[in-house]
């Protein structure tokens, strides 16, 4: 049996997932009110304008339910998903360099590898690191002793787990919507 997270490890998670929905909630705010009088009735005159920001703050707020429900179905999956910190050598390694910080999530340090190797942002990183002419990048570049579970103070590493998740949901949406299985034969009815 796979061990659940610690509560403080889920608490944390939820907490940097709660953090840009209410930011998000904010903007909105902020954009609706500036249609609106102080008593929250929107202004006669800008009864278009206000449509329009409702509609527009709305496909914002849907785009973002999805990242965020692919990110809370990570945290919930089976076995379950957490944060890894996954260090690798880039340019300038062997003069000293310290490794670069990549933070994806995973059900283990060889998943969360795999993972990160999928990832559009991390591809174009390594466009960019590589040095010319080569095309070798792989596990030998993890730099395993510095690779661990969690994640260090913000800014100290190159968050992906939002990117991980809206290619989540985008395969997710691809996939289609799950049909519900079809309801069994009702029992036949007895005469009476």
């Known amino acids: 049996m796979t061990p659940l997270p610690r509560p403080g490890y889920l608490f944390d998670e939820l907490r940097t997932l709660l953090a840009p929905v209410q930011e998000l909630q904010r903007r909105h705010q902020q954009r609706l009110d500036a249609h609106r009088t102080m008593g929250e009735e929107v202004i006669e005159e800008q009864y278009a304008a206000y449509d329009d920001a409702r509609l527009e703050t709305a496909l914002e707020a849907s785009d973002t339910l999805d990242t965020l429900v692919a990110q809370l179905e990570v945290l919930v999956a089976d076995p379950p998903r957490r944060a890894f910190t996954l260090a690798l050598r880039g340019p300038g390694a062997d003069e000293g360099q310290l490794p670069w910080l990549f933070v994806v999530n995973g059900a283990d340090l060889d998943d969360a590898y795999q993972k990160l ?3 559009p942002s991390f591809q174009q990183w390594l466009d960019d690191v590589r040095s010319p002419g080569t095309s070798r990048h792989g596990e030998e ?42 309801p069994p034969p009702s029992a036949p009815g007895r005469a009476r």
């Open 141 to 182: 570049d993890l730099v395993a002793g510095q690779s661990h579970p969690g994640v260090r103070g913000p800014g100290t590493y190159i968050d992906l787990r939002r990117e991980q998740a809206r290619v989540l949901a985008r395969r997710a949406r691809a996939c289609g919507p799950l049909l519900p299985p079809a």
């Open 117 to 119: 190797s999928q990832l």
